[in-house]
């Protein structure tokens, strides 16, 4: 499989229309859970755990389904945060942030049901320090972290966020 045709399957999943995501911010020891997403086209993407919204299933039923599948962890919601409004067409998302704490399961990379064996973009998990974060690419990792402070800023932001996005006129 190549680089290119990840791009197309991602496109053909999750691209071209908007999408509703949850994600969620779960520090630890002051370190903060991360995956990278390999997406393509040698384009790499750290996050914070999360995912698409399934119809029927309120936000914190959708975050800990997506927390389950990518980290093997179980988590409680603690705190509404902030939505981040994702656009680098063709993905176009509102992501939904959440302060999430660890209450079981065992860490292990998991794996996207909405994407094929062969096409899987998770690629790893890593507690990361503010240092670590800061030590990443800027264009490897998601526009949220990149001017953060401290790990704790993001739990004290509050609104709509739309940071370093492609504009549409």
Do not use: C
Request: net charge negative; proline share 3%.
């Amino acid at each position: 499989m190549s680089k290119n045709e990840i791009s197309k399957e991602i496109e053909s999943k999750f691209g071209n229309h908007l999408r509703v995501r949850v994600n969620g911010i779960l520090i630890e020891d002051n370190k903060l859970l991360m995956v990278k997403h390999l997406m393509g086209n040698g384009k790499i993407l750290w996050s914070v755990p999360g995912g698409g919204m399934h119809y029927g299933e309120n936000a914190a039923q959708n975050l800990i389904r997506e927390f389950e599948e990518e980290t093997g962890l179980n988590v409680k919601i603690t705190k509404y945060l902030f939505v981040h409004e994702y656009l680098d067409p063709p993905l176009h998302a509102m992501e939904h942030f959440f302060n999430v704490k660890s209450t079981g399961g065992s860490l292990k990379l998991g794996e996207d049901p909405e994407l094929s064996k062969e096409f899987q973009i998770l690629n790893e998990l890593a507690w990361m320090s503010l240092e670590d974060i800061r030590s990443l690419p800027q264009d490897s990792l998601h526009q949220i972290f990149w001017r953060i402070n401290s790990l704790e800023d993001l739990g004290l932001w509050k609104g709509y966020f739309n940071f370093g996005n492609i504009s549409i006129k």
